[in-house]
T-cell receptor, first 110, second 113 residues
Framework: GIQVEQSPPDLILQEGANSTLRCNFS?????LQWFHQNPWGQLINLFYIPSGTKQNGRLSATTVATERYSLLYISSSQTTDSGVYFC????????????FGTGTLLAVQP | DAGVTQSPTHLIKTRGQQVTLRCSPKSGHDTVSWYQQALGQGPQFIFQ???????QRGNFPDRFSGHQFPNYSSELNVNALLLGDSALYLC????????????FGPGTRLTVT
């Protein structure tokens, strides 16, 4: 079946460090979203990026659809960046349902 | 611009009971999807509603049902609750006529004892 895999599963950083999170998907996608889930469970939209590169402040994302992966870059990390990062893919069909990866748990230490 | 809202925030139920969760979509959105997130896992698609009809269902039993109202808000009902139904239930809204991007509400945390 369709799979979305994320790596690494866990990541511990010192404040100010940079990091790269990876998302691999098993088939061509129509949509790829990155989310940050805060400690209260809220999924916050980071990027809607079916292809190409986008940047928003210290965060940027790149999706290479032909090679079936997406990367999320976090620069100059802050403690508020801590939480779980999910990528989710939409593969087409009757609805735009998302298939989520298992997430990357990020802890940024002061 | 109001985002996606959900109620209640938390809920505790006993096995065998029934529960109703509510969701109001983001302004301008007409499509509502429901997801279940068990502890330590990514959200799993339950079903989606559009024009007051269920358009697609994930791998969930018939105990899970829903409804969409003319104002696009939605309810998720779960009957005969099991301990395994304990999870965070997330509602997402979108307007797929123009973009596939989905926006999520804060979730309802359901505990079944």
């Amino acid at each position: 079946g369709i799979q979305v895999e994320q790596s690494p599963p866990d990541l511990i950083l010192q404040e100010g460090a940079n990091s790269t999170l990876r998302c691999n998907f098993s088939d061509s996608v129509n949509n790829l979203q990155w989310f940050h889930q805060n400690p209260w469970g809220q999924l916050i939209n980071l990027f809607y990026i079916p292809s190409g590169t986008k940047q928003n402040g210290r965060l940027s994302a790149t999706t290479v659809a032909t090679e079936r992966y997406s990367l999320l870059y976090i620069s100059s990390s802050q403690t508020t960046d801590s939480g779980v990062y999910f990528c989710a893919a939409y593969y087409g069909g009757a609805t735009n349902k998302l298939i989520f990866g298992t997430g990357t748990l990020l802890a940024v230490q002061p | 611009d109001a985002g996606v809202t959900q109620s209640p925030t938390h809920l505790i139920k006993t096995r065998g009971q029934q529960v109703t969760l509510r969701c109001s979509p983001k302004s301008g959105h007409d499509t509502v999807s429901w997801y279940q997130q068990a502890l330590g896992q990514g959200p799993q698609f339950i079903f989606q509603y559009y024009e007051e009809e269920e358009r697609q269902r994930g791998n969930f039993p018939d105990r899970f049902s829903g409804h969409q109202f003319p104002n696009y808000s939605s309810e998720l009902n779960v009957n005969a609750l099991l301990l395994g139904d304990s999870a965070l239930y997330l509602c997402a809204s979108s307007f797929p006529e123009t973009t596939y991007e989905q926006y999520f509400g804060p979730g309802t945390r359901l505990t079944v004892t």
